[in-house]
């Protein structure tokens, strides 16, 4: 795991800590403010990506039909993936908020400490493989990470694997 | 053939490098650096920063406008009446410095993005910033839902909130701002809601920019199309709503079927891919059927972040999710996108939840919903209280509608333009179309054909862009493609209809334009940005509450018993449904016409009438404000006239006391029957 990806895994759950650690701070302060909302726009969803990319990945995108360019194409994965982090965390948001409300246990703190232990929990999953046939060695593509790791590559063709993104 | 790509051929249409046509996404080092690799020269950065001068003039210009525009004295033309005239030359100097920063292929998409950015903080904050309180009855209407979830603590049921129940059934969104709300520390919703407009309308750009780029790599066509869309979104649903949420979550759920459910690239079978994934993103070892395990898997778990996205959808809004599913079902109709997990997955979430947490609701208003399937008429006429009048309310109202004509003019127009663009873009058209069927569902109380043009519009509005834009022609191998269809076509000797849809793509020379043409896009977008203006803000001094009106109606629910019953002409007035779960509301004009002109003619002795039936120690309130006023007259129901005689019968009226009274209004109090 490079530091690149250990920042990225862990900057989730520390958002969601430090938005914790913010209500400390006097009501309606922007900070305070500032600190939960980037957290409850960003983090759960963020996470949630991180854990599921690599999977999501199996399945292709489609592309516009003009000529492929590696550059435009990254974007717009890249684009996919700040989308499902945002749109996630909102609906990660409104959904435990509904379920809290409907069981007459709704407060904020529940909400947001229920989000931060969940991305924390999430920052220490490996991330979700694609899973390649047993027997078959995929075919990786530049620039992606082999589907299967190492093993697979020198075509020892592991039937399953769940581990780590390192 | 899943997975195909098209081979990297010379492609037939590559202009040269100055051909105005160039459309394919500039590479970074087209922008930074010149051919020799070498790091930008000065000035050749310098040049590169050129946007900027357009745009941060454009900012400051609106700076200074909103320095110096005086809102404490509205007319009937809104804010426009009111805006200081640099806000004018501000919005026409970020269209041109758009226009042209646009349309330069080397420049880079950060600068089409923050002149978008740009439009949308002058579009969407200059309210925020002008009026002290925040906009819309509606908002402050959710903001007392959000205050019933944290005063109750749970859902309720129509035993206990009558027609307020409704929002209880479809809680998502307000118990995350009641969460939110808690979290932030603030008394209340009303003090981040006026900021609610920008926040949701940027929350909009992300799935709005990833549908566009799974289209084309044209950034002119891209941004344009945004560009358009923010200005025709008029329609006014990005204030504090559930509406506003649940929009973006419905673009994110296409966006997401749009691009990873397509038949070219899910593995199922469709047609051979003229144009196949984008070629970056993940293994396509497993596409192939040697990795079906990984894709199978890789569905599952786009299933499941599918699902989480319609669940919030389906909690938050009722509409929403019915336009997710008739545009999933004419997308799942096509070749392209026939997947059917996406729509059997939302329409199974939609029915439990209709068949369970929201069935009170569904099930009082079904008679309802019933009968008003099928009833075109009735579902687009606007009604009683909804008919604008006065000079400013029409001219404003004949602003919104010219716009959204004129939007949906030049879509049809690029849809008839752009014949590949058709075909490459086929779900788009979708998009703007399948909502049109929803006129027949419903009326959703007098608003469907303002919903139904909110969700045609990010399909609409792609094909609006491509009409400004020069003719996309067609690649070689969709040229091949058609080429082989037409010669196949032409063996048979079958009718003229499936020839229709094979002609070769290849656009005809086009002939020499005209000078004046270059400008008519340009002008086409500065006309639509500047009557996004009147359209959205034209109405304003129905939509703002200034501070002596929540001043003198707060200090009612200060005081007013459980039980009190107010009643005013119109719920157009802040805190309109303030602990709606303790005190009843009667307005007049809601009520039967008859009864209305009853009113008129003895205001006093009637509404005296109306309100005796209220036990003590609860009391009957008396409200007219001037936000009911304005709402009243610009809506065409009694004029300012007729509601100062409201008002002055119940001042003379010895039934009633005068609480409270400032220059936004009156409150009176009903005397106890003796």
């Not at chain 2, 009612?556 to 602990?579: C, H, I, K, M, T």
């Not at chain 2, 009633?656 to 009903?670: H, I, K, W």
């Amino acid at each position: 795991m490079t530091p690149q990806d250990l920042v990225i895994r862990m900057l989730p759950p520390f958002g969601g800590w430090l938005a914790l650690a913010s209500l400390a701070l006097p009501d309606g302060s922007p900070l305070r403010g500032a600190a939960v909302a980037a957290f409850l726009a960003v983090g759960p969803g963020a996470a949630l990506v991180r854990v599921c990319g690599p999977a999501l990945r199996a399945r292709g995108a489609e592309g516009p039909a003009e000529r492929r360019d590696a550059d435009f194409a990254h974007h717009s994965d890249l684009l996919e993936r700040i989308m499902l982090a945002v749109l996630l965390s909102v609906s990660a948001a409104i959904l435990l908020s509904t379920v809290l409300i409907a069981a007459h246990a709704l407060s904020g703190d529940r909400v947001l400490l229920t989000l931060t232990l969940l991305t924390t929990l999430a920052a220490f999953c490996p991330a979700l493989r694609a899973r390649p046939a047993p027997g078959t060695t995929p075919r990786p593509t530049p620039g992606t990470t082999p589907p299967a790791a190492s093993g697979a590559a020198s075509g020892a063709a592991p039937p399953t694997r769940k581990g780590s993104t390192s | 053939m899943p997975g195909q790509q098209v081979p990297d051929t010379p492609r037939a249409d590559e202009p040269p490098a100055h051909d105005s046509r160039t459309r394919e996404e500039p590479t970074p080092h087209t922008t930074r650096e010149p051919a020799t690799g070498a790091p930008a020269t000065r000035p050749a950065r310098a040049l590169a920063a050129w946007p900027a001068v357009p745009l941060l003039a454009a900012l400051a210009l609106w700076g200074y406008a909103v320095r110096h525009t005086d809102v404490s004295a509205l007319d009937d033309y809104g804010l426009v009446g009111a805006l200081h005239p640099t806000f004018w030359v501000g919005l026409a100097v970020l269209t041109a410095g758009f226009w042209f920063t646009v349309r330069d292929p080397r420049r880079r998409s950060r600068w089409p993005l923050a002149h978008v950015l740009g439009l949308l903080v002058m579009e969407r904050a200059t309210q925020a910033l002008l009026y002290p309180t925040p906009l819309y009855a509606w908002a402050w209407k959710h903001d007392a839902v959000v205050d019933h979830l944290l005063t109750s603590g749970g859902l309720q049921d129509a035993d206990r909130l009558g027609d307020m129940a409704v929002y209880d059934q479809w809680p998502g969104f307000f118990a995350a701002q009641a969460a939110l709300v808690r979290l932030l520390g603030v008394d209340n919703a009303a003090m981040y809601m006026a900021w609610w407009p920008l926040v949701s309308s940027v929350l909009l750009l992300l799935p709005l920019l990833l549908i566009y780029r799974t289209f084309t790599t044209d950034r002119r066509l891209i941004w344009t199309a945004v560009w358009l869309f923010c200005v025709a979104n008029w329609v006014g649903q990005d204030y504090f709503s559930p509406q506003s949420v649940a929009f973006a979550l419905h673009l994110g759920v296409l966006a997401v079927v749009l691009r990873r459910y397509s038949s070219r690239t899910s593995g199922s079978s469709g047609p051979s891919g003229s144009s196949a994934s984008s070629g970056s993103d993940g293994p396509k070892g497993l596409d192939g059927p040697d990795g079906r395990g990984g894709v199978r898997q890789g569905q599952a778990v786009w299933a499941v972040l599918l699902s989480l996205l319609v669940v919030a959808v389906v909690v938050s809004h009722q509409l929403t999710p019915g336009m997710l599913v008739v545009t999933l079902l004419a997308l799942a109709l096509t070749r392209r996108h026939r997947d059917w997990l996406p729509l059997v997955t939302t329409v199974v979430i939609f029915l439990a939840w209709c068949l369970t947490a929201a069935l009170p609701f569904l099930s009082a208003a079904m008679p309802d919903m019933i009968r008003s399937v099928g009833d075109v008429g009735a579902n687009v006429e606007t009604g009683y209280g909804t008919t604008p009048t006065g000079a400013g309310a029409v001219a404003m109202s004949w602003a919104a509608r010219l716009l959204s004509g004129s939007v949906l003019l030049l879509a049809l127009a690029g849809v008839l333009r752009q014949r590949v663009l058709r075909r490459r873009a086929f779900p788009l058209l979708l998009l703007a179309a399948a909502p049109l069927p929803m006129f027949v569902a419903s009326s959703y109380g007098s608003e469907m054909i303002f919903r139904v043009l909110m969700f045609m519009l990010p399909g609409a509005a792609f094909f609006a862009a491509a009409a400004l834009l020069p003719r996309v022609r067609a690649s070689a191998a969709e040229a091949a493609d058609a080429a082989d269809a037409a010669a196949r076509n032409a063996e048979r000797p079958s009718g003229p209809s499936r020839r229709r849809f094979a002609l070769p793509s290849f656009s005809p020379p086009s002939p020499p334009r005209l000078r004046y043409g270059a400008w008519l896009a340009p002008l086409v977008l500065l006309a639509g940005t500047l009557a996004f203006v009147p359209s959205y803000s034209g109405k304003d001094r129905i939509n703002y509450f200034p501070p002596r009106e929540v001043a003198l109606v707060q200090r009612l629910f200060d005081q007013a018993p459980d039980g009190s019953l107010v009643v005013a002409a119109n719920r157009n007035y802040p805190l309109a449904y303030e602990q709606y779960w303790r005190v009843d509301h009667y307005w007049f004009l809601d009520d039967d016409r008859r009864h209305v002109d009853e009113i008129v003619r003895d205001p006093a002795g009637v509404l005296a009438r109306d309100m005796a039936a209220v036990d003590a120690p609860a009391r009957a309130y008396f409200l007219l404000t001037q936000g009911q006023t304005a709402n009243s007259e610009m809506n065409g129901q009694l004029n300012e006239a007729q509601l100062r005689h409201v008002r002055e019968s119940v001042a003379g009226s010895p039934r009633f006391e005068r609480v409270a009274e400032n220059s936004a209004g009156v409150l009176y109090v009903l005397k106890p029957a003796s």
